[in-house]
């Protein structure tokens, strides 16, 4: 994987064609609009005065062909501009969403947290629309000014002031407007988030009673992002109708001037009609640019935030494949908190864990046992000390290879919307039947599969709410079993099971143990410690005590007279017997 950075220096780099072409095609464009004036003054000065109906003629197919031509690049740059916006989309939108997906492991996610996508489509939608046409017309200003200095310096400059005047409204337009539609994006980031979060607990809202209060959370904030998008429009809106009458009114000015110079003899009436129509030329891309503005600020603002995501989640140098881990899960001091926070929900850990061994981790609620779960897995990275499978931090791994040597059943379980097998399978794309079938016989699941109504391809329906809780843990738990991944991690696993999913769950981590992984489970019942031979007491973020399960649970249990009595003791490897 290159880094996103050099990727889309490369990705501009690659349009930089399609905006070379944009611009040639603009400035011959623009060279064809100045065609229409001279036909006028050319039919004025010439055709009207020698009455020649041949040169009418001449002049006439002439400029039908000039029209046609830019007919065509006109086309054709909209064209262009259709498929940049594309490619952007095509180059951008697998990191943005690979960004996206990751940004909750990084710190607080603001809205429904779909903001970078929708970046992307209003990026693709700006290049796609007649903004960046006009952008590139803005260049041209200076020619028809020219022409219009060169028929008469008044006429060029009444032209002059008028172009410095729209330009004027222009950045007025960008300073007004930049920090309304700001706010209006975050305005809309907390109005999504409402929705999008009374759409997940849909069934809590309804049980008891709280649509409509949800409703009112969701109307304020709805009216404070019409309020900001009401006021950016206003001033956008409010300066385009001064420009559109400031043009008018230069047009008007310019014939004046002309009238009064044709009167004086300073110039021709052909002069006089087509500077008018020159400058109100050369002031429609900053009319356009108006009118497009709203949708500039926001590609643009877009844009950055874009940038933002990429760099923050940009990965330095591409990891050196290594090899499956066999024999050890080390934790040195390790400490770790959540994503974006400050402060440590687990410190201090140091254990080590030989292949075949399984460990119980238990401790009151809020102790830090998911926390310590989601350090081992590399879900939170660590903020001091290290993880290391057979040596290698897991930082140093790639993160699909570390995915297929771990195994995750966090304590809320959530699936996704697919079939059964799909989600066993952690949705590769041509899993093995066998490999699911014997992951789900693992987790003994199979037998509750086949009861489904439409067996391993049943729809689990979104977050997997087909399914009922314990249906879903188990599940998730042949997810996290699948493909005997070295170290299985499984925060809570049976909290939704009943005796006989208790008896295979100690089978499972039997088996998992007898094939030489490692298995960490973190219990509140201590029927889940049945299958362990180590045992962890976790206490407000550290560890209490490790060591093998009788002695722990023995010295756990008995009545212990003052906590600081217990020395958190820093494990030391220990050796297993097979099971
Ligand atoms: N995503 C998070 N953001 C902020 N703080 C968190 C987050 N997850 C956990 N914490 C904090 O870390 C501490 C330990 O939480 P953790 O979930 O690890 O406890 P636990 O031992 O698993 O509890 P339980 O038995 O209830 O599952 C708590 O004080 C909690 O507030
Ligand atoms: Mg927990």
Redesign the pocket.
Known sequence: MTSPLKKRLSLLGSCRGAFLGVAVLSGLINLLYLSGSIFMMEVYDRVLPSRSIPTLVGLSIIIVVLYLFQGVFDMLRGRIMARVGAAVDEDLSQQIFQGQLKAPLKGKVEGDGQQPLRDLDQLRAFFAGGGPSALFDLPWMPLYLFVCFAFHPWLGVAALGGASLLVVITLLTELLTKEASKAAVSAALVRNGISEGARRNAEVVQAMGMAKRVGVRWADANASYLEYQQRASDVAGGFGAMSKVLRMLLQSAVLAIGAYLVIDGQATGGIMIASSILTSRAMAPVELAIGNWKGFVSARQGWRRLKTLLEAHASAEEPLKLPAPRTLLTVENAGA??PG?QRF??QDVAFELKAGSGLGII??????????ARMLVGVWPTWRGKVRLDGAALEQWLPEDLGQHIGYLP?DVELFAGTVAQNIARFEPNPKPEAVIEAAKSANVHEMILQLPDGYETQVGEAGAALSGGQRQRIALARALYGNPFLVVL??PNSNLDNEGEQALTAAIMSIRARGGIVVV?A?RPSALAGVDLVLV?SE?RVQSFGPKEEVLSKVLRPVPAPQAIEPRVASAIQLKAV
Do not use: F, N
């Not at 401790?363 to 310590?372: F, I, R, V």
């Open positions: 908190g959540a926070g929900a687990v401790g009151p609620s809020a102790s830090g046992k998911s926390s310590l304590q925060d809570e973190i509140h976790m973020g």
